[in-house]
């Protein structure tokens, strides 16, 4: 991200990332179902857009578990597949 976007890009995204993960962790914030896995019947992992990213996560009691940082210009699906055959 710092070679591509200068450091005060780079500086914003990151703040922005973790705001809206600690949004996420305290239950002030709430993403939507990921489109690609409700449409198999799979609602328990959620995603919320930053300005750059796309964040997939799995809330399980008390605890936020993410599951994939994507950039938003990347291929989401593949990236998904990936992460979700890589167990």
């Known amino acids: 991200m710092l070679a591509k ?3 005060a890009i780079w500086l914003k995204a990151e703040d ?3 705001d809206k993960l ?3 962790d305290t239950g002030q914030f709430k993403g ?3 489109k690609e896995l409700a449409s198999i019947g799979i609602f328990d992992y959620q995603h919320v857009l930053t300005s750059h990213h796309r964040i997939v996560y799995k809330k399980l009691k008390s605890r936020t578990y993410i599951y994939l940082f994507a950039g938003q210009q990347q291929d989401f699906q593949t990236l998904l597949l990936k992460r979700l055959f890589s167990r």
């Open 16 to 18: 922005e990332i973790f």
């Open 5 to 7: 976007w200068g450091e």
């Open 22 to 24: 600690t949004a996420i």
């Open 32 to 34: 939507t179902p990921v």
